[in-house]
């Protein structure tokens, strides 16, 4: 996704809140928009929640009450269900590789592809508020990509997902899944189709958030107003 945000010449900043100098940003330090990435065996609904959890979740709803454009991964999409008022349920940490299939014909301006690699390393899984709009589901027909208003969407894998990302989760915490290693040959298997689909899906996410306009063109709605 870096790739792509750097070609359009979006530019970002990273903030680690759960490092030994790092804080979650003061909404004044979003700028124009904000992303929430994973968080590996990190959840938001058991006993190993993230420890900022209150704080990303705080932000990421005064984010949606300015209609700031907020795009979730994986723990970051449930941040961004429980900022809107939906719900996260526990579920044991778990890495997988399957598909994810559009229901929403115009999805993502038209640009999602009827079916896409979704791969999901997460702790806990998020329920969209009732007037989210589900655009995708996984193989077992939970949401695997959600959309609040115009310019806010949760994804339950990494669109842009590399094998170096679980790679990382696995050295860097104890806690892991049973047989990683072929988990990571079938993710190493589908990296030309991970990257086939990712040019579309930051086509249209780019062109539903308006990361690209300037912040007085970007659209509104009601719906991300969660007050």
């Keep these: 996704m870096e790739d792509?945000?750097?070609?359009?010449?979006?530019?970002?900043?990273?903030?680690?809140?759960?490092?030994?100098?790092?804080?979650?940003?003061?909404?004044?330090?979003?700028?124009?928009?904000?992303?929430?990435l994973g968080g590996g065996p990190?959840?938001?609904a058991g006993p190993r929640n993230?420890?900022?959890?209150?704080?990303?979740?705080?932000?990421?709803?005064?984010?949606?009450?300015?209609?700031?454009?907020?795009?979730?991964?994986?723990?970051?999409?449930?941040?961004?269900?429980?900022?809107?008022?939906?719900?996260?349920f526990a579920s044991p940490l778990s890495f997988a590789v399957g598909d994810?299939?559009?229901?929403?014909?115009?999805?993502?301006?038209?640009?999602?592809?009827?079916?896409y690699p979704n791969i999901v390393y997460m702790r806990d899984r998020f329920e969209p508020p009732p007037d989210a709009r589900v655009l995708a589901v996984d193989a077992a027909g939970a949401p695997a990509l959600f959309q609040l208003?115009?310019?806010?969407?949760?994804?339950?894998?990494?669109?842009?997902?590399?094998?170096?990302?679980?790679?990382?989760?696995?050295?860097?915490?104890?806690?892991?899944?049973?047989?990683?290693?072929?988990?990571l040959s079938e993710a190493r298997a589908a990296k030309r189709e991970i990257e086939d689909a990712l040019v579309p899906i930051m086509?249209?996410?780019?062109?539903?958030?308006?990361l690209m306009e300037p912040r007085g063109n970007v659209p509104s709605d009601t719906r991300n107003d969660t007050n």
């Design 149 to 183: 208003g115009l310019t806010a969407f949760g994804f339950s894998g990494h669109p842009g997902f590399k094998v170096a990302m679980a790679e990382d989760l696995i050295m860097e915490f104890e806690e892991g899944v049973e047989d990683p290693g072929s988990i």
């Design 50 to 88: 993230v420890p900022t959890l209150i704080k990303e979740v705080e932000l990421t709803h005064a984010c949606l009450s300015e209609g700031l454009p907020v795009i979730g991964i994986g723990l970051g999409a449930q941040i961004l269900a429980l900022a809107a008022g939906g719900k996260t």
């Design 203 to 210: 086509t249209g996410l780019i062109q539903q958030t308006g």
């Design 100 to 115: 994810a299939s559009r229901v929403v014909d115009d999805a993502l301006d038209g640009y999602l592809p009827a079916r």
């Design 4 to 36: 792509h945000f750097e070609a359009r010449k979006i530019r970002f900043s990273y903030f680690r809140p759960f490092t030994e100098r790092g804080s979650v940003p003061r909404l004044n330090a979003v700028g124009d928009g904000l992303i929430l």
């Design 42 to 44: 990190w959840g938001s």
